[in-house]
């Protein structure tokens, strides 16, 4: 008689991701001056992903180009978890965490997908989009960045820009203009660097700690193009729900006469599981 076989052990599921302790909530709203909402985001608490996107171009090309990246960086963040061959198309910065340049391929890719996407049809020709993406890791937060959507740190009652617009102002030296010198200069809407825009671009990338009580603010320039730092820190300080913050800031934009789509997304860091 044949000896009984023992059979193959099944392939095993990947390990799910660990539980991060985070609470987040986005709101986006197109504005009573535009007639489409170009900008996009996601909130992916599983994988401690959250994304903002601001689309640009003509013929609801920019609402493309938000919507595109905002997917690609999603679909790579998942397909590169847990990956141990995992292929690097843009190269490895030595300088960043497997992490972070998991992130960092993610913008390159989503780059690569809009510029592909704007060369494919003459109506898409010339559009782009900004992008802010944080990224939790049970350790650390990981940061993003191409263009002049920005991402805030709010700890202790202390409001910190963690990002820095990629705008022909800074460029300039003059960000430091009052706001309201800022929203009347002819230059305050130039960007120098967008996905899609060029075949390369510069995805700016910043590591630090997780710190339970930090709130982080990713927003479009609807809103801090229309609220200051002082009116932000304020809203962040007599609301403590990530949904009341997201609602505040984007409402108290629309109210203050902001002409573009406005979009918050508040994640709230609390302890790793």
């Known amino acids: 008689m044949d000896e009984p076989t023992t059979p193959a052990p099944l392939p095993s599921s990947p390990a799910p991701p660990p539980a991060l302790g985070l609470q987040a909530f986005g709101v986006s709203e197109c504005g009573p001056y535009r007639p489409g909402n170009e900008d996009a985001f ?17 013929h609801a090309a920019g609402e493309i180009a938000s919507r595109l ?21 843009f190269g490895l910065d030595s300088s960043l965490s497997t992490d972070a340049n998991r992130l960092r391929t993610a913008l390159h890719l989503a780059n690569q997908r809009v510029f592909r996407a704007a060369a494919s049809d003459p109506a898409y020709a010339g559009m782009g989009t900004t992008v802010v993406a944080v990224l939790f890791t049970p350790s650390a937060i990981v940061v993003g960045h191409a263009g002049d959507s ?5 700890r202790d009652g202390q409001l910190v820009a963690l990002t820095a617009d990629d705008s022909l102002l800074n460029a300039l030296g003059e960000l430091q203009l009052s706001p309201e010198a800022h929203a009347q200069h002819p230059l305050r809407n130039v960007v120098t660097n967008v996905l899609g825009g060029d075949e390369q671009i510069l ?9 339970p009580g ?13 609220l200051d730092d002082g009116r932000i820190g304020g809203i962040l300080a007599a ?16 109210a203050a006469g902001g002409r ?11 302890e790793t599981a």
């Open 150 to 154: 920005r991402v805030y740190e709010e």
């Open 42 to 58: 996601t909130v992916d608490l599983e994988r401690g992903l959250f994304v903002v996107a601001d689309g640009m171009g003509g």
């Open 260 to 270: 573009d789509n406005a979009t918050a997304l508040v994640v709230v860091d609390g």
């Open 239 to 254: 609301e403590s729900d990530p949904r009341r913050v997201a609602e505040r800031l984007v409402a108290d934009a629309i």
């Open 69 to 89: 990246a905002v997917e690609s960086i999603q679909a790579f963040i998942a397909r590169s978890e847990g990956d141990t061959d995992l292929t690097w198309p």
């Open 203 to 211: 995805a700016h990338m910043s590591e630090r700690p997780r710190a």
């Open 214 to 226: 930090r709130r982080v603010v990713l927003c479009s320039d609807g809103v801090h193009g229309t």
